[in-house]
């Protein structure tokens, strides 16, 4: 669980993209590829939109 007063951020060797709802997260430095849901999607949206 993560905690309400945890501060998340992106890894600077991530990629990120929305394709149809869903999302995909690239890891570049540990070869590691995500999938995300809608849910997982929209988490990141809102993080980026708070980065600006």
């Known amino acids: 669980m993560i905690a ?4 998340l951020k992106r890894c600077a060797d991530t990629r990120y993209r929305n394709i149809g709802g869903e999302g995909v997260v690239v890891r570049q430095t540990a070869s590691e590829v995500l ?5 997982g999607v929209r988490l990141l949206e809102l993080r980026q939109q708070s980065a600006r």
Do not use: S
């Not at 309400?4 to 501060?7: F, I, N, W």
């Not at 999938?35 to 849910?39: G, Y």
């Open 35 to 39: 999938v995300l849901n809608e849910i």
């Open 4 to 7: 309400t007063d945890m501060v």
